[in-house]
């Protein structure tokens, strides 16, 4: 807790500094957000003027004793009047929510794609995760900062504009009666926050209980995990998990609204002392003469209208501090500096038919808080149009190499270089440009397979395009069986009527999307992990006849999967322990020797067994 409000002292962004953000947000996205905000200031302060005069008009014009005619012509005025602010109240309100959206999904678009297109590093660091979910809250829903401010905003601004007048209303009659209800109000709103503030400052309690419930029910509707349910009974362990976390959240409710009360009960107490107070003066001035029977009425009514001011303005400016610390985390999020050049950098344009050199020089990399080299002193050149393997155990740094060399890292000391240039001077995302890479995490989204081919929208997929790079992947035939062919939504998370596909057609599709990117560079990590090797060895193959003269690297933790390749690399204790082909280190006898002949022994006696 002590580190959260230490973080809060430290925002670069001020109260006031987010709600100019906030004004400019909406000029810029919808002008009309702050016509209404204007608006309902407008109808706020004229419907509760209107409210205050009416009864002392009415009595004031009868003490006057005017004509009938007049006496109905005024209250037909105030009747028009009070009507004509609540139909613009009610029309204002009605359509303020579009406006409010519309900056609110403006700022969740920013949001998002700033997190999609931040430096990679960022995606794995858990305290940049931690920012992003916290910023995503500002603009979750309706009632979070990111749209309900100008409720916040509106409500301030009507409390303080009528705090003034009834201020000055009350002046009139003595200062006292104004100090008395500031006092009094103000010690009963921050002794009643204090205790509703209860839940806010264990609001982190409150949410790990909230997201161990989600958990659970999300758990038990993953249509992934009904099987594990029902053959491994799980269903009455999620029950009494679910039936224990809901016990908790009730009592923690059971203190939050314990707390509620006696806030409300002191609330009670001192409103009476208040308002008594006041109105026994009043009473007094009343009957010493010294306030007509409208004065006394209006007075009267200022006095309770008046401590609604002060505590309004109090309860509001709270409001807004908390919403303020919200979209300073926003905007700390989106304005953060990034770790590579992205629009900043030099341009960097794809070259058609040029065979690209790419360099590890001298290269080190070390992952935030490790304490050794994952990769150390590494030196290797990629040639043009050469068919590279990366083979090691895992946790050897294969991954992490092909990481540097798709630019997803920049390496902790040396140069990864692009035809001699060190690639940190390119704009990063036109060097990504480069690649096709598949990996052991595939991004299939719910949308149509043509969608999940070309990674764009249905309207843009070149469609000859898509059906060639198919047919190549042999992947095509498989789709026109497909109830809606390229056209059929995979998976079934967002549509009913998606389809699954098998991990060799899933692999199949990931070599038509590479071969639709056609990229200069083809970058395989480990795609094919979960194929038995006979498959393995076919997709493998497949890749090797259809990328060509590209330049190519793949990784395999399957040693004879790669024999097509030009090398082979062994990654060993951060560096590169044997390289040369296949037969080459096989002759060599060394480390990669004994692993292949351990895997050759393993795949000989489980074929033994299986005949």
Same mark, same amino acid.
């Given at each position: 807790?002590?580190?959260?409000?230490?973080?809060?002292?430290?925002?670069?962004?001020?109260?006031?500094?987010?709600?100019?953000?906030?004004?400019?947000?909406?000029?810029?996205?919808?002008?009309?957000?702050?016509?209404?905000?204007?608006?309902?200031?407008?109808?706020? =302060?004229?419907?509760?003027?209107?409210?205050?005069?009416?009864?002392?008009?009415?009595?004031?014009?009868?003490?006057?004793?005017?004509?009938?005619?007049?006496? =109905?012509?005024?209250?037909?005025?105030?009747?028009?009047?009070?009507?004509?602010?609540?139909?613009?109240?009610?029309?204002?309100?009605? +359509?303020?929510?579009?406006?409010?959206?519309?900056?609110?999904?403006?700022?969740?678009?920013?949001?998002?794609?700033?997190?999609?297109?931040?430096?990679?590093?960022h995606i794995e660091d858990p305290d940049y995760l931690k920012r992003a979910e916290k910023a995503q809250k500002c603009v979750d829903g309706n009632s979070?900062?990111?749209?309900?401010?100008?409720?916040?905003?509106?409500?301030?601004?009507?409390?303080?504009?009528?705090?003034?007048?009834?201020?000055?209303?009350?002046?009139?009659?003595?200062?006292?009666?104004?100090?008395?209800?500031?006092?009094?109000?103000?010690?009963?709103?921050?002794?009643?926050?204090?205790?509703?503030?209860?839940?806010?400052?264990?609001?982190?309690?409150?949410?790990?209980?909230?997201?161990?419930?989600?958990?659970?029910?999300?758990?038990?509707?993953?249509?992934?995990?009904?099987?594990?349910?029902?053959?491994?009974?799980?269903?009455?362990?999620?029950?009494?998990?679910?039936?224990?976390?809901?016990?908790?959240?009730?009592?923690?409710?059971?203190?939050?609204?314990?707390?509620?009360?006696?806030?409300?009960?002191?609330?009670?107490?001192?409103?009476?002392?208040? +308002?008594?107070?006041?109105?026994?003066?009043?009473?007094?001035?009343?009957?010493?003469?010294?306030?007509?029977?409208?004065?006394?009425? $209006?007075?009267?009514?200022?006095?309770?209208?008046?401590?609604?001011?002060?505590?309004?303005?109090?309860?509001q400016m709270r409001e807004l501090h908390r919403e303020s610390l919200d979209l300073a985390a926003l905007r700390e999020f989106m304005e953060a500096p990034?770790?590579?050049?992205?629009?900043?950098?030099?341009?960097?344009?794809?070259?058609?038919?040029?065979?690209?050199?790419?360099?590890?020089?001298?290269?080190?990399?070390?992952?935030?808080?490790?304490?050794?080299?994952?990769?150390?002193?590494?030196?290797?050149?990629?040639?043009?149009?050469?068919?590279?393997?990366?083979?090691?155990?895992?946790?050897?740094?294969?991954?992490?190499?092909?990481?540097?060399?798709?630019?997803?890292?920049?390496?902790?000391?040396?140069?990864?270089?692009?035809?001699?240039?060190?690639?940190?001077?390119?704009?990063?995302?036109?060097?990504?440009?480069?690649?096709?890479?598949?990996?052991?995490?595939?991004?299939?989204?719910?949308?149509?397979?043509?969608? +999940?081919?070309?990674?764009?929208?249905?309207?843009?997929?070149?469609?000859?395009?898509?059906?060639?790079?198919?047919?190549?992947?042999?992947?095509?035939?498989?789709?026109?069986?497909?109830?809606?062919?390229?056209?059929?939504?995979?998976?079934?998370?967002?549509?009913?009527?998606?389809?699954?596909?098998?991990?060799?057609?899933?692999?199949?599709?990931?070599?038509?999307?590479?071969?639709?990117?056609?990229?200069?560079?083809?970058?395989?990590?480990?795609?094919?992990?979960?194929?038995?090797?006979?498959?393995?060895?076919?997709?493998?193959?497949?890749?090797?006849?259809?990328?060509?003269?590209?330049?190519?690297?793949?990784?395999?933790?399957? $040693?004879?999967?790669?024999?097509?390749?030009?090398?082979?690399?062994?990654?060993? +204790?951060?560096?590169?322990?044997?390289?040369?082909?296949?037969?080459?280190?096989?002759?060599?006898?060394?480390?990669?020797?004994?692993?292949?002949?351990?895997?050759?022994?393993?795949?000989?006696?489980?074929?033994?067994?299986?005949?």
């Amino acid at each position: 807790m002590k580190q959260t409000r230490s973080k809060q002292k430290k925002t670069a962004y001020g109260m006031w500094s987010n709600c100019a953000f906030m004004v400019s947000r909406a000029w810029r996205d919808c002008k009309s957000v702050l016509a209404i905000v204007l608006g309902l200031i407008f109808c706020g =302060v004229a419907g509760s003027l209107l409210e205050l005069f009416v009864v002392p008009a009415i009595l004031e014009a009868v003490g006057r004793g005017v004509s009938p005619g007049e006496f =109905v012509r005024m209250i037909l005025w105030f009747t028009l009047g009070m009507t004509a602010v609540r139909a613009l109240r009610s029309y204002l309100d009605a +359509n303020s929510l579009f406006g409010r959206v519309r900056v609110r999904t403006g700022l969740c678009l920013d949001l998002h794609m700033t997190f999609c297109r931040t430096s990679f590093p960022h995606i794995e660091d858990p305290d940049y995760l931690k920012r992003a979910e916290k910023a995503q809250k500002c603009v979750d829903g309706n009632s979070e900062a990111g749209e309900y401010i100008w409720t916040t905003l509106t409500e301030l601004l009507t409390n303080v504009i009528c705090f003034i007048v009834y201020l000055l209303l009350l002046a009139q009659v003595g200062p006292w009666i104004a100090a008395l209800c500031v006092v009094l109000s103000a010690a009963g709103y921050f002794a009643g926050e204090h205790l509703r503030a209860w839940r806010y400052r264990h609001r982190e309690e409150e949410g790990a209980l909230g997201h161990k419930i989600d958990h659970v029910v999300e758990r038990s509707l993953d249509v992934k995990l009904a099987k594990d349910i029902r053959i491994f009974g799980i269903g009455p362990w999620l029950t009494e998990l679910y039936d224990r976390y809901t016990r908790l959240y009730r009592d923690f409710l059971t203190g939050v609204y314990r707390r509620y009360f006696w806030a409300d009960l002191l609330d009670v107490v001192l409103a009476f002392l208040r +308002n008594g107070a006041a109105y026994g003066l009043l009473i007094a001035m009343a009957l010493r003469g010294e306030l007509t029977a409208a004065a006394f009425v $209006l007075y009267f009514t200022a006095v309770s209208g008046f401590t609604s001011w002060v505590t309004g303005i109090f309860a509001q400016m709270r409001e807004l501090h908390r919403e303020s610390l919200d979209l300073a985390a926003l905007r700390e999020f989106m304005e953060a500096p990034e770790l590579f050049r992205f629009g900043d950098g030099k341009p960097l344009a794809v070259k058609p038919d040029h065979l690209y050199t790419l360099e590890l020089r001298d290269v080190s990399f070390r992952y935030p808080g490790a304490d050794h080299d994952t990769l150390s002193h590494v030196d290797l050149t990629l040639h043009p149009g050469e068919k590279l393997a990366v083979v090691g155990r895992n946790g050897a740094g294969k991954t992490t190499l092909i990481k540097l060399l798709c630019g997803l890292y920049d390496p902790t000391e040396g140069q990864v270089l692009l035809d001699g240039e060190d690639i940190r001077q390119y704009d990063r995302r036109d060097y990504y440009r480069h690649f096709s890479a598949v990996f052991q995490q595939f991004s299939v989204l719910a949308g149509t397979l043509a969608e +999940n081919v070309a990674q764009t929208n249905g309207e843009n997929v070149d469609r000859p395009k898509m059906w060639d790079c198919l047919e190549r992947a042999g992947i095509a035939d498989k789709v026109r069986e497909l109830p809606q062919e390229e056209n059929t939504h995979l998976g079934r998370e967002v549509y009913l009527d998606g389809v699954d596909l098998s991990g060799g057609q899933i692999q199949r599709l990931m070599l038509a999307r590479a071969l639709y990117k056609d990229a200069p560079v083809v970058v395989l990590d480990e795609p094919t992990a979960a194929l038995d090797p006979i498959a393995e060895s076919d997709l493998y193959q497949k890749y090797s006849d259809l990328t060509g003269n590209r330049t190519s690297v793949y990784i395999s933790h399957r $040693l004879a999967s790669t024999r097509f390749c030009d090398r082979v690399l062994l990654i060993e +204790n951060g560096g590169i322990a044997e390289e040369g082909t296949h037969e080459e280190l096989l002759d060599a006898g060394g480390r990669y020797a004994c692993l292949f002949n351990i895997q050759s022994k393993y795949y000989r006696e489980g074929a033994m067994e299986d005949e």
